[in-house]
């Protein structure tokens, strides 16, 4: 997500007017697809902004309608998550600024530290069990409290949480897309796919206990393969045995987990090519199975794999087959 310079100057002066106090630029990170973000200080307390969707904004023919739909969103599942009972940052400011020649959708709030998936691999690094079970613990819990709410979803990587210095209690950060039913659409992701199957698809990822469970896992997978026995201790201890047991048990990745056991790596490859593009977790999984803790590869093999509904739709399932080849290649 590129930054455009020519807009600091006015996404300053209205930071300073809100925060009441010049503003120190202390980080800025234009890696994520939905947005580009920066720590900030203002008056000796860090906040975090995010400009999102510049892109999609600046191209639309009614900027203001669409920043403001974004920033309506935003702010209802902002509101939804609270009342569900979901830890946000105590501050939480969103608005739609104009910001040189194009409007905004901002968001501010407390900048509440590094994300989970950081604190995790560094916890995994220095063996700090009890930190590591209360955190996933946690990020499980209140996942529950999400899908327990009628029309409300979420996405549970440990990169959309953080803790504060000295609490074990994980905030959740990542508010775009949102996760929340409104009307009878679930939102799933932006722009809203027009498919309808593929909203339903999205619809049980991140809606359903079947769906978040299976993100979070892998997505811990992927910060180190040693986190697997004490995500199905907590996951367990949350949604129950049974629930856990039905998720996990039947998945293909058991099918070729036990080809791969038995030596039948060309059994292993053919599962994996039958695979289609509506199995992005299952190859995900897969992956995990067969490039257990190595980084480099997993990174691309989920980039390939990233449902981004920016992406157009053949773009989308080339990639798949893409990382199809690729993981066949490394089994």
Same mark, same amino acid.
């Given at each position: 997500?590129? =930054? ?32 580009? #973000? ?17 892109? #999609? ?6 900027? *203001? ?9 935003? *702010? ?11 830890? *946000? ?72 949480? *953080? ?53 979070? !896992? ?16 907590? #996951? ?40 289609? !593009? ?32 920016? =992406? ?20």
């Amino acid at each position: 997500m590129k =930054i455009n310079p020519n807009e600091f100057g006015a996404l300053d002066a209205y930071l300073k007017e809100l925060l009441g106090g010049d503003i120190r630029w202390r980080l800025i990170n234009d890696s994520y697809s939905h947005c580009w #973000a920066a720590s900030i200080e203002c008056l000796g307390r860090r906040f975090f902004v995010k400009n999102v969707e510049p892109r #999609a904004i600046g191209a639309a023919l009614n900027q *203001t309608a669409l920043a403001t739909m974004i920033a309506n969103r935003i *702010t209802e599942y902002l509101l939804r998550l609270k009342l569900a009972g979901v830890i *946000t940052p105590e501050y939480h400011d969103v608005a739609v600024v104009e910001l040189a020649d194009r409007s905004a959708v901002v968001v501010v709030a407390d900048d509440c530290g590094s994300d989970l998936a950081l604190v995790l691999r560094e916890s995994v690094r220095l063996n700090l069990d009890r930190q590591i079970k209360a955190l996933i613990t946690g990020i499980l819990a209140k996942s529950l409290a999400a899908l327990s709410c009628d029309g409300l979803g979420i996405d549970p990587p440990a990169s959309n949480w *953080t803790m504060r210095p000295g609490s074990l209690d994980p905030i959740y950060v990542d508010l775009w897309p949102v996760q929340y039913r409104d009307g009878q659409t679930h939102l799933v992701g932006f722009p809203q796919p027009d498919d309808p199957a593929l909203v339903e698809y999205s619809r049980k990822r991140y809606y359903t206990v079947t769906g978040v469970l299976r993100i979070a !896992r892998f997505h811990l997978l992927r910060i180190s393969a040693t986190l697997e026995p004490i995500f199905f201790e907590c #996951a367990t201890d949350i949604f129950g045995g049974e629930t856990v047991e039905a998720v996990f048990s039947e998945l293909p990745e058991v099918k070729v987990r036990n080809h791969l056991v038995a030596g039948h790596i060309h059994q292993a490859r053919a599962s994996i090519m039958e695979l289609d !593009r509506w199995h992005v977790d299952d190859l995900r999984e897969i992956a995990l199975r067969i490039i257990p803790d190595q980084p480099d590869d997993l990174h691309r093999l989920f980039k390939l794999t990233q449902m981004d509904f920016q =992406i157009p739709d053949q773009e989308r399932a080339t990639r798949f087959e893409q990382a199809k080849n690729e993981l066949v290649a490394l089994t």
